[in-house]
Structures are given as structure tokens and as C-alpha cells.
């Protein structure tokens, strides 16, 4: 019962919702049917009289929706429309009855006029509701096809009456109305090609049945035309019948008309058959002798030259349009070639955040440059790295925000697919129907097609260009346009290129730090710091020596350009609390930390008191502090747990900022410093200043690179307190270091 009552609901919903103008229609087609079927159940004049009547109700209730619709509607558009179409209707009618009646009196009757100002008044007011908004090329091309159809619709009919029905064209109104009744429908068929053009796709409402209504009159004309010929005569024809429903189809559409002309998801299949337009209407004249008489073969011969004619005016002009389109496309891409070129060579900055040579800054320019070529309404750059790795690095032509969501849906799927596509070179492709992920989104963004070429930088396939258009264009038409693709390609290369390249040396890097701390492919060594004056051993420097032989510097420099040192150091810090368990007692450790890790002392500083050894945390050099607030802090709160050194002092100026910003205890001498420093005055000046300096900080000098003994005696002439260096100690294992003062005699 509920679902009754709900389907009665919707029902009567629809019916309140229904325009009054299709409900009149409506009224008017049933009552059409009702007179059509008395004017078949009856006999002699009545009938006669019946058909014409049913025509008339048929025409007059088009004129009532129209009237209805122009009434009722608020734009001034849609109220000149269906008044002039109205206008249209009658006259066409008016010519259609007085035609009939002048033939029924085998009597001249003045049709042509009323023919002719109908079809005027149609043309002004399908003009801008079908034409406009097509481009000049499109609008000649509709102008040629409409003209191939009335050409090759004159001809067939006209070989039709010769063959068929053994009559001449021997009065002025029968060629007229050939010719009228041609003419409708060539003027139906240049507006549907219109429709297609736009991607218009046929619908129940709207344009497709008005023009569907239009075919169904002209239809009944040539019907009528073919009856009289062939002596039918006044008796009902079918063709009555089909007159009026052309007339209520032209209604419905006027009333519909705004419902209708939404773009269609594809209109693929109706662009081919109008490209295939010219070879059916050869084909058919051609074929008029297989159902007429073979002597008079010479008119269907003369009838496909002349559509021919038309035909190949049409192929000229579509060649001519593609001659011009690639000469823009050159154009286009020489220009860009210049300007991309530039950009390449770096004579152009980029205006991007970030770094101008980043691969998302490259594949961004190459996407915008892209959207110059006036067919092109989306771009993408999908590249592939050393690594097997694929991504989207450069979109343009889609929504804001959206770019990030599509460049997330380009997974290893559809990177495989776009690899094996760009290894055999450039490739068109169209969405619809499409079940690869990249393309569903694509579809969804509105691409309906794309043409791709792949990306050839020295020798290597680094990726792939994707030119997209929203336009639903046949595959063919994409194909044409990958040479201007392979192009561009060739041009964006030498841009995408380097920074790939660049991307790849950071990708590399990343995977082999990230290989390091997986594998813990290192080992801790502890090299001794010596008082100069006494030979004691009182400290231990824990050192990092990687498996590979890499120089520690280098690869904790490296760790910090892809990001990821504090997880190197945290790995290293780890191995050191394992391994400083077998050092001798007494010494304190000294540990290296970045300003970043330092910064974040609560879960270290417990767990390096661990291995019995008093702390010295060594703060490194390299790494450049933008606020020591934080900084100072975190150390402030552990000063009395942990003593603080500051590594390679003298080398730069972070190291003196660290000096004065963080009041260290001990300075560590930069090994630049220490080298040469009993033949040189120069040095001898710099550590004496820095002595004197630290004295009145409070701290204590640490020399490090100590390999001479003359380097040693002139450092304790100096002031020096502490060093270290291969003299003294080198870096070895925790279990073999002894703790044994140092002896000048020994090194000797």
C-alpha cells in the first residue's frame, strides 16, 4: 500500500511539474490520434476531410504551446524564440495547405512565398540558439555539410521521380517543392551537426526532437510528392499522418527546449558518421541504377559528381584548416622552445617558492607553457626516477586544489601502463570508458581525451608529457596532434631533465642513509683527550666510522640534505651507549650533537649517564642556529648533569656565535688551527687570542689533529689545555683503549 500510495505521489507530481505547453500538446495529440482514426474508418470526402482536419488540429496545437511557452517564459530570449518559430510553423503550414489545394485543383498556387518566408524566419531563429558559439572553422564546415545535403537530397529525389514513377520535373511548383522539402531537412541537418559540434548528445527534450520533427515534415512532403506522381492522388496517404507528428515533435521540442541542450557525456559516434557524411551521399546517388532502369544511368553518375564536387570541397577545406592548426602549433612550440630553452640555461628565474631548479617548479612551467597550444586544456608531466619510482610532478589546466588530489591518484597501476605506453613512443588515448585509475580522474575532471609523448633526456626515458582536451573528439583527431606533442616533449626535456636528475641524487641518498640506520652499517671507535701538561687521559671522543669508509663529515652532511640526521644521529647515539660500557672508569664521554638533537635533551641526558661516564655534549659547528633561545634553554636545565664543548671553533663564524651564545666549558680548536702551528705566526696569534678568549669565558681549550710533537710542545707554550690527535691516540675500540697517560717518548 505504501509503495502505491508513493508511485501515485510521484506520479502526480510529475503531472504538476509538466509544463502547461506540453500539457496542451499532449491534449492535442490525443485529440490528432482520435480525428486520424475516424479519417481512416471513414469513406469518399470524409475522410479526405478528416485527414486535413487532423492536420490542421496537429498544426494548431503547435501554435498553442508556442503561444503558452512565450507567454509564460521570463527571458526575452526563449519569448522571441518560440513566437518567431511560431511564425515559422504557420507560414510553412500555410504553403504546405495551399500546395495541397492547389495540386488537388490541378491549378498554379502561390506556395513558394509562404515556403520560403518560413524557412527565413526558421533560420533567424535557430541561428542563435544552435550556431552561435561555434568557431568560424566549425561554422564553415556546417555551412559545406549543409549544402552537401541539400545537393545530394535534390539529386536522390529527382532520380527517384525519373526512376521510379517515369515523370519529368515538368511544373515550376513540383521543383520548388523538391527543393523546399530538401531544403528543410539540409536546414535540420546543419543544425544537428551544430549540436554535435558543441557535444550536444540526443536527448528526449529540447533541439533533438524539434529537428527530429522537422525531418518527419520534410519527409511527408517528399512522400506526398512521390503519391501524386505516381497517381495516388486525393486519397489519405500515411504520409498525412507523418505530417502531423513532424508538427507535434517540432512542439514538444520548443516547449523542452531549455532541457535539452545540456553537453552529452559522448558524441563520439555521431561526429564519425557526419565525417562519414560525403562517402554515403557519393555511394547512394551511385547506387540509384540498382533500382531503376539501367539506360538512364548517365543522371546517377552526374548527380555523384556533382555531390562529389561538394565532397571534395568539404576535404579541401578540412586540409586547408589542418595546414593553418599546425602552422600555429609550430609557431606555438618555437616560441616555447625559446622561452623553456632560456629557462633551462637559467637565464629566466623562475617566480616559484621553493628552490627555482625543483622538479615540481619544472613540470609546473612545462604544464603552463602547455596551455599556450590552443588546443591543449589540461597538462600533466608524469616523470619516472633511477629508483623505479613514478609520480606526477606538474599539473595544469584543473580546478584549484584539485591538482594534489590527482597527482595522488597516479599509483603504480597506471605508472606502469604510462611507462610501457612512452617506451614505445607517443600515444593517444581517450577516457571514456576507461578502467586505469589516472584516467578515471581524469574523466571525472572532465578530460575526455589525451595525446602523450615521452620525455628523452640523455638517452633515458624520464618520464611523459600528457596534453589533455575537454572537448569529446574522435581518436583520430588526437592522433593528428602527436607530432606537436613529440615536440613539445623534445622542447620541456631539457627543463624536466636536470632537476630529475637532482631528484634522483637526493632520492639515492635517501635510501642509503635510510640502508645505514636499518642496518647499523657502522661502528663505534673512542679516540682519547690528553692533558698536554701531564699526559693523563681524561676524556674519550666517541667517533662514528661507517662500514662502506664513507668520511663521517660527508655522510652526516649528507643525512642533513635529505632530512633525515637526527634519525642518523639517534642511530649513532645508540651504538655509543652500547659500546662505551668497556671503556676504562674515570675519562668523561664526549658524545657529537646537532643543535636540533641537543635541543631536545629530556630522554638523552638519562640515558647516556647510563654508561657510568660524566657527559660532555659536543655541539657541531656545521649547522646553522636561526634562534638559540630554545636552545639555551634545553641546556640550561641539564648544566649540572652535563658539561657542554663546542666542536670546530675557528673554522667559521656559527662556531664563534656558539661560543658567545650557548658560554660552553670546553672550546675544541678547529684541526685547520692546529696543523703547522709551530712554523706559522699567523696560527700561533689565532689559538693564543682564542686561549686568552676562553681564559675570560670561563672555559677550557681542547686542541684536536695533533700529529706532530713540535705541534704539541708549541700548543703548551700557547696556554693549551687538552688535545687530542693521532700523536696522542688514535680512535680505536672501547675494549682496547687502557686509560695509560700519554708519553712523548712513546709517540717518538
Known amino acids: 500500500m505504501v509503495r502505491q500510495a508513493l508511485a501515485r505521489a510521484s506520479v502526480e507530481t510529475g503531472r504538476r511539474n509538466r509544463p502547461r505547453p506540453v500539457n496542451g500538446l ?41 503561444l503558452l511557452v512565450a507567454r509564460e517564459t521570463k527571458s526575452p530570449a526563449i519569448r522571441r524564440f518560440t513566437l518567431e518559430t511560431a511564425w515559422a510553423i504557420a507560414a510553412v503550414a500555410a504553403g504546405t495547405i495551399i500546395w495541397d489545394l492547389g495540386d488537388a485543383s490541378s491549378a498554379s498556387a502561390p506556395s513558394a512565398p509562404f515556403f520560403i518566408v518560413g524557412m527565413v524566419i526558421a533560420i533567424d531563429a535557430l541561428r542563435p540558439r544552435i550556431f552561435d558559439g561555434l568557431d568560424r572553422t566549425e561554422t564553415t564546415l556546417v555551412v559545406i ?226 596551455l599556450r597550444l590552443d588546443w591543449v586544456d589540461a597538462a600533466w608531466v608524469a616523470t619516472f626516477g633511477m629508483s623505479g619510482s613514478a609520480a606526477v610532478t606538474g599539473t595544469a589546466g584543473f580546478e584549484e586544489g584539485l591538482s594534489g588530489h590527482i597527482r595522488a591518484i597516479f599509483g603504480p597501476h597506471s605508472a606502469d601502463r604510462a611507462r610501457r605506453h612512452a617506451e614505445t613512443g607517443a600515444w593517444a588515448e581517450r577516457t571514456y570508458h576507461a578502467t586505469d585509475p589516472w584516467l578515471v580522474a581524469l574523466r571525472a575532471e572532465g578530460v575526455e581525451g589525451s595525446v602523450n609523448a615521452p620525455l628523452l633526456w640523455n638517452d633515458r626515458l624520464i618520464g611523459a608529457v600528457g596534453l589533455g582536451v575537454r572537448r569529446d573528439v574522435p581518436l583520430a583527431e588526437l592522433t593528428g596532434h602527436m607530432a606537436a606533442a613529440r615536440e613539445f616533449a623534445a622542447v620541456a626535456a631539457p627543463l624536466i631533465g636536470p632537476a630529475l636528475a637532482e631528484q634522483d641524487e637526493l632520492e639515492a641518498a635517501r635510501a642509503c642513509i635510510a640502508a645505514v640506520i636499518e642496518e647499523s652499517a657502522f661502528r663505534i671507535v673512542f679516540q682519547p683527550i690528553f692533558e698536554l701538561s701531564t699526559g693523563a687521559t681524561i676524556g674519550y671522543e666517541a667517533l662514528a666510522r661507517f662500514s662502506d669508509g664513507a668520511s663521517p663529515a660527508e655522510r652526516f652532511e ?34 657529537n650533537l646537532s643543535p636540533e638533537l641537543a635541543a631536545d635533551l629530556g630522554p638523552l641526558v638519562p640515558t647516556l649517564e647510563s654508561t657510568g661516564h660524566s657527559i660532555v655534549l659536543e655541539i657541531t659547528e656545521h649547522t646553522l642556529v636561526e634562534d638559540y633561545g630554545p636552545l639555551r634553554a634545553a641546556l640550561a636545565d641539564y648544566r649540572d648533569r652535563v658539561r657542554i664543548s663546542i666542536d670546530d671553533a675557528g673554522a667559521g663564524y656559527a662556531g664563534l656565535r656558539h661560543i658567545v651564545e650557548l658560554n660552553p666549558d670546553f672550546v675544541k680548536l678547529d684541526i685547520g688551527l692546529v696543523r703547522q702551528v709551530d712554523a706559522d705566526p699567523a696560527r700561533r696569534a689565532m689559538i693564543g687570542a682564542m686561549v686568552t678568549f676562553a681564559r675570560q669565558m670561563g672555559s677550557t681549550i681542547i686542541a684536536e689533529g695533533i700529529e706532530r710533537e713540535a705541534e704539541r710542545a708549541t700548543l703548551c707554550e700557547l696556554g693549551v689545555d687538552l688535545g687530542q690527535g693521532f700523536l696522542l691516540g688514535r680512535p680505536a675500540t672501547a675494549g682496547s683503549l687502557s686509560g695509560d697517560r700519554y708519553r712523548a717518548e712513546d709517540a717518538a
Open 26 to 66: 499532449l491534449v492535442g495529440s490525443g485529440l490528432v490520434a482520435f480525428v486520424a482514426a475516424l479519417s481512416v474508418v471513414a469513406t469518399g470526402p470524409l475522410s479526405v476531410a478528416l485527414d486535413d482536419a487532423q492536420q490542421l488540429v496537429a498544426i494548431g496545437a503547435v501554435l498553442a504551446s508556442c
Open 145 to 370: 555539410d549543409c549544402a552537401l545535403v541539400f545537393v545530394a537530397g535534390v539529386m536522390l529525389l529527382a532520380g527517384y521521380w525519373q526512376r521510379f514513377l517515369g515523370s519529368t520535373l515538368s511544373r515550376s511548383d513540383d521543383l520548388l517543392a523538391i527543393c523546399g522539402a530538401v531544403a528543410v531537412a539540409a536546414l535540420a541537418s546543419a543544425a544537428a551537426f551544430s549540436l554535435i559540434a558543441r557535444g550536444i548528445a540526443p536527448s528526449r527534450h529540447g533541439p533533438w526532437p524539434a529537428l527530429g520533427g522537422v525531418f518527419l515534415a520534410s519527409l511527408s512532403w517528399m512522400g506526398w510528392l512521390a503519391s501524386l506522381r505516381d497517381g495516388v492522388g486525393l486519397a489519405v496517404s500515411p504520409f498525412d499522418y507523418l505530417f502531423s507528428a513532424g508538427f507535434l515533435a517540432v512542439g514538444y521540442g520548443v516547449a523542452t527546449w531549455e532541457q535539452g541542450t545540456q553537453c552529452g557525456a559522448d558524441v563520439l559516434v555521431l561526429r564519425r558518421l557526419r565525417d562519414s557524411l560525403p562517402a554515403i551521399a557519393v555511394l547512394l546517388c551511385l547506387c540509384l541504377p540498382l533500382f531503376g532502369s539501367p539506360s538512364a544511368s548517365s543522371f546517377s553518375l552526374c548527380s555523384a559528381a556533382l555531390v562529389a564536387d561538394v565532397a571534395f570541397v568539404r576535404l579541401l577545406y578540412v586540409l586547408h584548416v589542418r595546414r593553418l592548426s599546425r602552422r600555429d602549433e609550430l609557431q606555438a612550440l618555437r616560441a616555447l622552445q625559446v622561452e623553456l630553452a632560456d629557462r633551462a640555461r637559467g637565464g629566466t628565474p623562475v617566480e616559484c617558492t621553493g628552490h627555482p631548479a625543483s622538479l615540481v617548479d619544472a613540470g609546473r612551467l612545462v604544464c603552463d607553457a602547455a
Open 558 to 591: 649528507t643525512a642533513v640534505s635529505v632530512g633525515m640526521s637526527l634519525g642518523l644521529e639517534k642511530a649513532t647515539l645508540e651504538a655509543v651507549i652500547g659500546a662505551a660500557s668497556a671503556l676504562p672508569n674515570g675519562p668523561w664521554l664526549s658524545v
